[in-house]
């Protein structure tokens, strides 16, 4: 997994992590028992302070997106997670407002952008049962 | 006495005063640091930084204010204030005829923890050559060396003063890789940084939160996160150029042809939506990084026509 | 002793234990020297060299206690350890106390009895230890020079010495010393508790060291930069008075002088009687020993601020920079060390010092040896102390090689009638001539002393074989001049 962080994001850099993550995840670049760098490693590399990691990786934990095992390390847990569907509905209503809002000043109109939400879902199946085949 | 608790900051600076002659180098400078944070301290030269250190230290007293480490006063609990902390200066000193391990030896003398396999473990990764004597030392293997005897002794504060400068790409990259790795794994949540530094770029990842001071004041705390939110550049690029245009909030820097940049400092959501009210043709907002918040803090900014 | 103090004192001791052997090496050669008093070289004022090599040799170690801290720039990193500042200290005493006592015990046995007044003899021997434990470190932390502590601490007993005469006049011999001895130990220990005090409220702005912070240097650079109108006597004028800044210990060590001459001569005029330290023994100390400071500041200081290799930068022919730089100093010595007695001369009944031209060739060539041992030393206390036996050394090498050379010259030389004694203007003039020569040969032997200084202070390079070169050139021009002196000589009392 290839984290990178811009610092002209404007996003906390904790969120940037947890946000990778879980692109990887949902793109399958990392699959379900995969491991995750440590922490220290992690930190180090990205250069970035320990505790930053350490909180993403715990917002990460609370999502249930990745799993800490006791003495090996973290792991990307099974994604379907039905006792916690309307938190991650409400996180995503979030980022769809978000790109509502975008979309209105770039002025784009509603069907054109329920188009392209199509076609993006497509292409991260596409990739996904590529990365899923190879 | 201030009891021991969780809650008692690392470093408390309170309306410190520190004059010299008639110069005040710090003139009313309060500050907090909780412990477990990476807390920046940046500032122009002579903007007072290495003075409000020094008071840290009980190298300077302060005239007037007052500065708490631990909870304890640096000139009335010397030992115990010092006993709990590490510095690394910008200028490293060491006796000359000392080779590396005598050195290490000679500092981990004073200390009552001293961990040896740290030691080991850093003196490895440095590859500082244990018998050679530290006036043969390159600068960034006395930088290096002078990081070790400060993380082996495993203190709950470490304060670096301008740690990188003048050290090459590499060095200062192995630097901040053992600030973060070798002190901090110790005992996370405990391991308290302050660090006064102009290579701000460099320490971005690292910091928590900081103040800027200039003139012996501070002129800025926050959070690093939320700094970064708050302080946008927004770029509009117009159909045709607007004549003049005037967004509560935000400045103007940057005006060419059509297109002009905005600094905000502030509410850039609330700033994005009067400038797009002005329908642009593009908008788009970037966040300033810690150097350039710095800059722009600093530093009026010009109009560029 | 706990293991942590053991470490520390361990350092202590390696700091001073080069300094410490050295001194007692050279007491103990000086002493066996005096002791065989047999020997054709031997001269009675070895002594003197022995009591001086002694008490420049203890203050100096006792300088290095704080000197070294100041030296390395770690007075700053030693004081934020965690370990109490009267831990510090006391460390630091102890080994310069063992120090100090095992030299004062060389000399002891090494200076032979003498009859003198009591108290002289444990004043000579215990007195600088006294001092370099009281006096000295407290000294060199108050000015933050290394040369600070052993330069202003010999004033105490002098001043005491002074005053006792006061009131009890030396000519009764028994009363004043004792006081300047038991003097001397009330300030050592006063001394110390002051620098107890000092240390314990020590406040470090720069890294410690007695030279600029690194921002003032800058400072100053950009100054020198910036205004930069490349006018040559403007510039030769900041450099001229760059030049007199580096030279402030010399002026201070003058007014020193001239508080103690006005002193003396307020005594001298309250008690017709006195017979204590005269005008004339005072200005011939102090015109020995300013150009010695003058010379040992020249390059040293700079080297020991950092500023020698901006100054060698400067697109300014170097050897210009080393002819002002030498030029300044020689100037100083000569100005404070000769001119400021005549001018005190004019206080009255101060006793007459005749500033002779033998003085003054001797004050040149003190000069020469402290600017020569300045540009091989990286601080000031090292220059200074080391100019003592080195100056020693060619006195020694002088005395014992113009007997053998004049005694081949004359095997050489057709032997004629020596010189009468009778007086005429024939032997004044002859006589003036041979001054003449014999000035010109010293002020050029300085003139070669200054030469290979120049080239050393240039240079970071410090072999052994480049000094042992110009050691040798040293010596064959001391030949070449003795054997060009006593040719004129031989002519000229062999033409009349």
Redesign the interface.
Same mark, same amino acid.
């Given at each position: 997994m290839v984290f990178e962080?811009n610092?002209?994001?404007?996003?906390?850099?904790?969120l940037q992590v947890v946000d990778q993550v879980k692109a990887a995840v949902a793109s399958g670049a990392a699959r379900p028992g995969d491991p995750l760098p440590s922490i220290?490693?992690l930190?180090?590399d =990205?250069?970035?302070?320990?505790?930053?990691i350490?909180k993403a990786y715990g917002e990460l934990e609370s999502q249930g997106v990745i799993e800490t095992v006791v003495g090996k390390g973290c792991f990307v847990t099974d994604q379907a997670s039905p006792l916690r569907k309307d938190a991650r509905t409400r996180l995503l209503t979030a980022e769809v407002d978000a790109a509502v809002v975008q979309a209105h000043? =770039?002025q784009i109109a509603r069907a054109e952008f329920l188009r392209l939400a199509e076609e993006r879902f497509e292409s991260f199946a596409k990739r996904r049962a590529r990365a899923s085949q190879g | 006495m201030t009891p021991m608790t969780a809650e008692t900051p690392a470093i408390e600076i309170v309306n410190l005063v520190r004059r010299y002659g008639r110069t005040e180098a710090v003139n009313g400078l309060s500050l907090r640091v909780e412990p477990?944070?990476?807390y920046g301290f940046f500032g122009r030269n002579g903007a007072g930084k290495t003075t409000t250190i020094k008071c840290l230290l009980n190298l300077l007293k302060p005239t007037r204010g007052s500065v708490r480490v631990f909870g304890r006063d640096p000139a009335r609990h010397e030992v115990e204030v010092k006993s709990r902390l590490a510095y690394v200066p910008d200028q490293v000193a060491f006796y000359p005829w000392m080779t590396v391990a005598q050195t290490l030896e000679y500092f981990a003398s004073f200390r009552d923890r001293w961990n040896r396999d740290t030691e080991r473990l850093l003196v490895d990764r440095f590859q500082l050559p244990l018998d050679r004597r530290t006036s043969h030392l390159s600068k960034g293997q006395r930088t290096e060396l002078a990081l070790v005897t400060a993380i082996a002794a495993e203190p709950d504060l470490l304060v670096l003063d301008e740690p990188t400068s003048g050290l090459d790409p590499i060095v200062r990259?192995e630097f901040?890789?053992t600030v973060?790795?070798a002190y901090?794994?110790g005992a996370?949540?405990r391991r308290t940084v302050f660090v006064s530094t102009h290579l701000i770029a460099?320490f971005?990842?690292?910091?928590?939160e900081f103040t800027i001071i200039d003139h012996g004041r501070e002129v800025l705390t926050l959070d690093?996160?939320t700094a970064?939110?708050r302080y946008?550049k927004i770029y509009a690029r117009f159909a045709s150029p607007p004549a003049s245009l005037a967004v509560e909030g935000a400045q103007i820097v940057h005006r060419q042809g059509r297109e002009l940049q905005f600094l905000v400092s502030g509410d850039?959501g609330a700033v994005k939506a009067r400038i797009?009210a002005h329908s642009p043709e593009?908008?788009e907002?970037?966040?300033?990084?810690?150097e350039e918040i710095f800059v722009s803090t600093l530093q009026a900014p010009e109009v560029r026509a | 002793m706990s293991a942590a103090a053991w470490v520390q004192s361990r350092k202590e001791i390696r700091a001073l234990l080069p300094w410490c052997v050295t001194v007692a090496g050279a007491t103990v050669l000086g002493g066996a020297l005096v002791q065989r008093a047999d020997l054709p070289g031997a001269r009675p004022d070895h002594a003197l060299w022995i009591a001086l090599i002694h008490v420049a040799g203890v203050l100096s170690v006792a300088a290095w206690t704080v000197g070294q801290e100041l030296a390395h720039g770690t007075l700053s990193t030693l004081l934020v350890q965690p370990a109490g500042r009267l831990r510090l200290l006391g460390t630091k005493l102890l080994v310069l106390g063992a120090a100090l006592l095992a030299l004062g015990a060389t000399a002891g046995a090494m200076i032979p009895e003498w009859r003198g007044p009591v108290a002289s003899r444990p004043l000579l021997i215990w007195g600088p230890v006294a001092l370099g434990l009281g006096l000295v470190p407290l000294l060199t932390l108050l000015s933050r020079r290394t040369l600070g502590g052993v330069v202003f601490a010999p004033v105490l007993p002098g001043l005491i010495l002074v005053v006792a005469d006061r009131f009890y006049p030396l000519r009764d011999g028994l009363q004043a010393w004792p006081i300047v001895w038991y003097g001397t130990l009330v300030a050592s220990a006063l001394g110390i508790a002051a620098f107890a005090l000092v240390f314990h409220r020590l406040q470090v702005a720069g890294d410690g060291e007695g030279r600029p912070a690194a921002s003032a240097r800058g400072a100053a650079d950009r100054r020198g930069l910036s205004g930069a109108r490349v006018v040559f006597g403007h510039w030769t004028w900041l450099s001229v008075k760059k030049e007199l800044r580096l030279q402030q210990m010399t002026f201070a060590v003058s007014g020193l002088y001239v508080a103690g001459a006005v002193l003396v001569s307020i005594l001298q005029r309250s008690n017709p009687l006195y017979v204590g330290p005269t005008f004339a023994a005072l200005s011939a100390l102090h015109g020995l020993f300013i150009p010695l400071l003058a010379g040992c500041l020249a390059s040293a200081e700079e080297r020991q601020m950092g500023t020698l290799a901006t100054g060698l930068l400067q697109p300014r022919a170097a050897w210009t920079q080393w002819a002002i730089k030498v030029g300044v100093a020689a100037a100083l010595a000569l100005t404070l060390g000769l001119g400021l007695p005549a001018l005190l001369a004019w206080l009255p009944p101060i006793d007459r010092f005749q500033a002779s031209a033998e003085f003054g060739v001797a004050a040149v060539l003190v000069l020469g040896a402290g600017v020569y041992v300045s540009s091989l030393s990286s601080n000031t206390l090292w220059a200074l102390i080391v100019s003592f036996p080195v100056m020693g050394i060619a006195v020694e090498v002088a005395g014992v090689s113009v007997g053998p050379i004049v005694r081949i010259l004359n095997q050489a030389m057709p032997i004629v009638p020596g010189p009468p004694t009778a007086g005429g203007l024939r032997v004044a003039s002859i006589r003036a001539i041979e001054d003449g020569v014999a000035i010109a040969l010293a002020l050029g032997f300085v003139m070669l002393l200054s030469v290979f200084a120049g080239r050393n202070h240039r240079s970071l390079d410090r072999s052994v074989r480049v000094v042992a070169n110009q050691v040798a050139g040293l010596i064959l021009y001391a030949i070449g001049a003795a054997t060009v002196s006593f040719a004129v000589s031989r002519l000229l009392w062999g033409l009349r």
């Open positions: 962080l610092y002209k994001s404007g996003k906390p850099v904790y220290r490693p930190a180090e =990205l250069r970035v302070n320990r505790n930053t350490a000043h =770039l | 477990g944070r990476c990259r901040i890789r973060i790795g901090q794994e996370p949540g460099e971005e990842g690292l910091i928590d690093a996160d970064r939110a946008q850039a797009a593009t908008i907002a970037e966040a300033l990084t810690l | -």
